[in-house]
């Protein structure tokens, strides 16, 4: 059997699938957090049902995108998400708007099932519903109530899942049929009627005994103040920033020294040899690569997950709606920019709650160019090379600011590119904002804990995969080379240092380093050396920026495998001495502060991920938006990271 | 006497009496903003937009334009 859940946005529909399923979906104090549809397995007296999370409306008929599934799979017993039964979640505390949909989705004449959730925040406003009432009213729904927050009534929900009521044909709305959906005429007055009904029948479904003025207003008045607001706003974004730098890197360091150290032991207990390399040089550099960047990610989605958690979060949306509107935006596009500094799948996605399509499409373009998490390593390694650890006022660390600048750098950029397009794409309709702002609440850790542990899981799982068999490929290419290319390099090498009467490790480096150059890897990153060399890169990193190609974060990967390779020491370094160390013939530092900067500018703009690209083209359902948002971004980057290199050489 | 509600002071409450003929008709209608209802204004963003409304116990944010669309008469406040 197929059950879907639907219900107003908000209302906890998935916390109920959470509790059903046992399943981890992401839940927040926002409406509109899910955008598409998720399934789930529920297993009831011995048999396993498909239970189906959907996205939130106010009607079955879709405003927005994220909404059209909702349509689509109801009204359309074709459908491969066309339900045997429903279970329609209410928001008790706001019984009357929630029941439009309520009894929209009753006149289906699907088995149905009501559940009337957040009963405590009906509880604290003295709203009391009297189920029998409601019963009398909808004959046919079984009706159970819960607090799916604390997974209360799961039990009752269960039972009444394993007994769901026949229809026999009872309607809420006798002689209206369902309106087509262009036909918006019909849909008006469809509502009016149901809605005249439905506040008729009020009276007796609920007592109100005193009316309360909830706490979210006295939280307001502050927050959402013309200059608090914004001041508040920009302290927590910033106390954000310097809280994952000076809480990161401890952590951080200790994995970087674990991977080091274990390629090292590695290398000494399994015998030379080809396999060993590929080991120590390929594998275990490259997981390192992965596994460093979780501390960081971490603090960012706990971060974020607070915001929405709370609430606060459509109180930025509020104060931002005026700010971004001159660029095009909406106050709704700040979810996505914000979720993108995570991930801009996740950002591009969560675009479809913007119900506008120029402004959907202008966020959706924008949103890659805010730093998402896969660049924090290249940021980090970055500031930790070249940016001095200096501290201003006490706590103001330099580094932390420069990692703060980076980000402010592209969300200015994301910000004027959106005027850009505003001016070129042209539509006739205007934009609006409508949004439901939810009262308050203390943030459920479990929630926050949820959000943080699937981010990271798919991080891990997702870019991991990537990652390490890049790794594998780069070292393959970095170890082999077109004929014997590689071994009279190294002849040749060994002869000149014994003309100039080198030690034995000045020799060896010589060595590794003529070897790595003729390699297949290295011959393509001296191709394209002429091209970044204005920007201040050497071959090396031109094998880094074809390779993070496919995904930025596989830079540090390949910088780890790559001077893994060429490192001639016999004990392993952390990869940052060895950079720090990497020289030019002339013996000049490969990572000056102007390349340094350069590398970190060109990684604000450069569009280095597929994924991205993919799902953007998923999005648009079309070609010339990602192709356009690649090209775009390319060009930002080329001359952004040129301009940096010439004003700090 | 009818008024638009964009043009509500901060504070007061009204009564929807119409939604302007529009293609967000349906969508505001949806939202609960239907005859007879009663609000709440409850503040302003920075510049005066958006607008924060209280619908029946929830609050909707939504942007002047938006709010120009609904028609409305305002209660006397000593009545409430
Ligand atoms: N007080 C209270 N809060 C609840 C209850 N059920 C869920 N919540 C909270 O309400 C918020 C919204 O829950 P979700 O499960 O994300 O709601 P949803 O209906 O899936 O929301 P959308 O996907 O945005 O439509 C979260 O902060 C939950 O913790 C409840 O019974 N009582
Ligand atoms: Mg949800």
Known sequence: MKIALLGNPNTGKSSVFNMLTGLRQHVGNFPGVTVDKKTGRIEIEGKSHKLIDFPGTYSIYPRSKDEEVVYKSLCNPESENYPDAVVVVVDSSNLERNLLLFTQVYDLQLPTLMVLNMTDLAAKQNKTIDIDALQTLFPEATIVSSNARVKLGKQKVVEALASFRERKGHRFQQELNFAAIEDIVAQEQETKIRFEHIRQEMSTIERISKKTVPASRGIDKILVHPIFGYLIFGVVLLIIFQFIYAFASVPMDLIDGAFANLSGWTSSILPAGLLTDLITEGIIPGIGGVLIFIPQIALLFFFIAILEETGYLSRVVFIMDRLMRPFGLNGKSVVPLLSSVACAIPGVMSARTISDWKERMITIMVAPLMSCSARIPVYTLLIALVIPSETYFGFMNLQGLVLFALYALGTLSALFIAILLKWIIKTKEKGFLLLEMPDYKFPRWQNVGITVWEKIKVFVWDAGKIIIAISIVLWGLATFGPSDRMETAAAEAQNEAMKQNLDEESTNRLVASAKLENSYIGIMGKTIEPVIAPLGYDWKIGISLITSFAAREVFVGSMATIYAVGDDSEESRPLIEKMRSETYTDGTPVFSLAAGVSLMVFYVFAMQCMATLAVVKRETKSWKWPLLQMGYMGILAYLGAWITFLILS | ?80
């Open chain 2, 1 to 80: 006497m009818g008024q638009i509600l964009s043009q509500i002071k901060n504070g007061e409450s009204a009564v929807v009496r119409a939604i302007l003929e529009s293609s967000l008709k349906v969508k505001l209608m949806e939202m609960g903003l239907v005859e007879g209802k009663k609000l709440e204004i409850l503040y302003r963003a920075p510049f005066g937009d958006p607008i924060a409304v209280d619908i029946d116990g929830y609050v909707l944010s939504l942007r002047r334009d938006e709010a120009q669309l609904i028609e409305v008469e305002v209660q006397n406040s000593a009545t409430s």
